[in-house]
T-cell receptor, first 110, second 117 residues
Framework: EDQVTQSPEALRLQEGESSSLNCSYT??????LFWYRQDPGKGPEFLFT???AGEEKEKERLKATLTKKESFLHITAPKPEDSATYLC???????????FGAGTRLFVKA | GAVVSQHPSWVICKSGTSVKIECRSL??????MFWYRQFPKQSLMLMAT?????????EQGVEKDKFLINHASLTLSTLTVTSAHPEDSSFYIC?????????????FGPGTRLTVL
């Protein structure tokens, strides 16, 4: 069964304290691994697509990496405005479905 | 690019009335659109998948007669909540997949907050 698991559920950081969010996936034929950011009361904002193991992508303080079993979202020197829920999703060739994880709620304190 | 809008952004209605939510892809054509429901502090729950010109595919447990979906064009999908009740109050979010792209990237709208009194 296709599944995406994110950890931790919540993460509290001090401003400037770098860390990583984990996304473990099990899908029948990966067709893209996606990261989104969601602020309260808003729709998810697209961040990255990773297509194959070994790929990395960066955007400002965020860097996403992908292996054959998991993806990491590294946050370098976070700022309070990085506080949000980060969602991971995996595209599956099985019915072209996208399976979403439950998200990691990130809190960055000044 | 890849902007999706939703209208209205919020709506309050009386129990028993119907509410229509529009989802538009503004700068691309969307062969497939998705409707999600999200409860506070929970993740997205897929309700249905709609393909332009065909009937929507509903997820298990979602009443198709209650949540009517129409995908009339490559840029517009609508969700109508019929005979709404307080338990239908939620945050509804649509997303769209771009035509011609082989990967499953979805681009989300800003969401619609529905409150049923």
């Amino acid at each position: 069964e296709d599944q995406v698991t994110q950890s931790p559920e919540a993460l509290r950081l001090q401003e400037g304290e770098s860390s990583s969010l984990n996304c473990s996936y099990t899908v029948s034929g990966l067709r893209g691994l996606f990261w989104y950011r969601q602020d309260p009361g808003k729709g998810p904002e697209f961040l990255f697509t990773l297509y194959s193991a070994g790929e990395e992508k960066e955007k400002e303080r965020l860097k996403a990496t992908l292996t054959k079993k998991e993806s990491f979202l590294h946050i370098t020197a976070p700022k309070p405005e990085d506080s949000a829920t980060y969602l991971c999703a995996a595209g599956s060739t099985g019915g072209f479905k996208t399976i979403f994880g439950a998200g990691t709620r990130l809190f960055v304190k000044a | 690019g890849a902007v999706v809008s939703q209208h209205p952004s919020w709506v309050i209605c009386k129990s028993g009335t119907s509410v229509k939510i529009e989802c538009r892809s503004l700068d691309f054509q969307a062969t497939t659109m998705f409707w999600y429901r999200q409860f506070p502090k929970q993740s997205l729950m897929l309700m249905a998948t709609s393909n332009e010109g065909s009937k929507a595919t509903y997820e298990q447990g979602v009443e198709k007669d209650k949540f009517l979906i129409n995908h009339a064009s490559l840029t517009l999908s609508t969700l109508t909540v019929t005979s709404a009740h307080p338990e239908d109050s939620s945050f509804y979010i649509c997303s769209a997949r771009r035509q011609g792209y082989s990967y499953n990237e979805q681009f989300f709208g800003p969401g619609t907050r529905l409150t049923v009194l």
